[in-house]
């Protein structure tokens, strides 16, 4: 369910940059040109990428929220692999329970140079 709404957010996103993309601004950016004559006007057309920015942007916002809450309520509580502190207690146990045994061609400590 999560990796369905992620890929609808990621969809709505996509969206969301390429009507921002096509709207007319004052520096020029890549806003829509055409005729004045047509189905779709120069005012109409930004009415129209107005009225889907805002759409899409509500959407983005909402579907965030959903997710977070659905992550929030889906977390598995987090747990502890022990196995590894569990190894190293036993060996720790087992180097107390064997006797240190002196080892061979040991040398008293070595004098430094002077």
Known sequence: MFAFLLIVQSLIALSLIGV?????SE??????????????TARGAADFLTRATSVLGGLFIVLSIVMAAYAG????????????????????TEEQQQPQQPQQNQQGPVPLAQ
């Open 20 to 24: 921002i993309l096509m709207q007319r």
């Open 27 to 40: 520096g020029g950016g890549l806003g829509v040109g055409g005729s004045s004559s047509g189905f779709m």
């Open 73 to 92: 309520v889906a977390r598995k509580a987090p747990t502890l692999d022990s196995s590894l502190a569990n190894k190293v207690q036993t060996s720790r």
